[in-house]
């Protein structure tokens, strides 16, 4: 069982606009934290935003006034909205729980979904 799907990710050109989608299990998005992270080739992961379980948001700087971290709780899914896109948000972007999700003692991550931001 997949616990957590990401989807949404595409090539777009600069300036685009993008929405991510989230997916989480029922059992896990409940009264957590959620938090969208991003990885491009050749960097470490680093978090991009936070939305916690009472809708309270937080965003890296690079993010701030340009991406849009929302949940729907009806859906068990959380979206990231994100618009005036750069060449520098070209990633890999997941999402994950506030700390990540462990399944049997590892680390889980979904399979992430890609951006690319190009001409």
């Known amino acids: 069982q997949a616990h957590l799907v990401e989807s949404g990710g595409d090539l777009v050109q600069p300036g685009g606009s993008l929405r991510l989608s989230c997916a989480v299990s029922?059992?896990?998005?409940?009264?957590?934290?959620i938090d969208w992270y991003r990885q491009a080739p050749g960097k470490e992961r680093e978090r991009v935003a936070r939305?916690?379980?009472?809708?309270?948001?937080d965003y890296a700087a690079s993010a701030k006034g340009r991406f849009t971290i929302f949940r729907d709780n009806a859906k068990n899914t959380v979206y990231l909205f994100m618009n005036s896109l750069e060449f520098d948000d070209t990633a890999v972007y997941y999402c994950?729980?506030?700390?990540?999700?462990?399944?049997?003692?590892?680390?889980?991550w979904g399979q992430g979904t890609l951006v690319t931001v190009s001409a």
């Open positions: 994950n729980t506030d700390p990540p999700l462990r399944i049997n003692s590892r680390q889980y």
């Open positions: 939305i916690t379980d009472g809708g309270s948001t």
């Open positions: 029922e059992s896990f998005f409940s009264r957590n934290t």
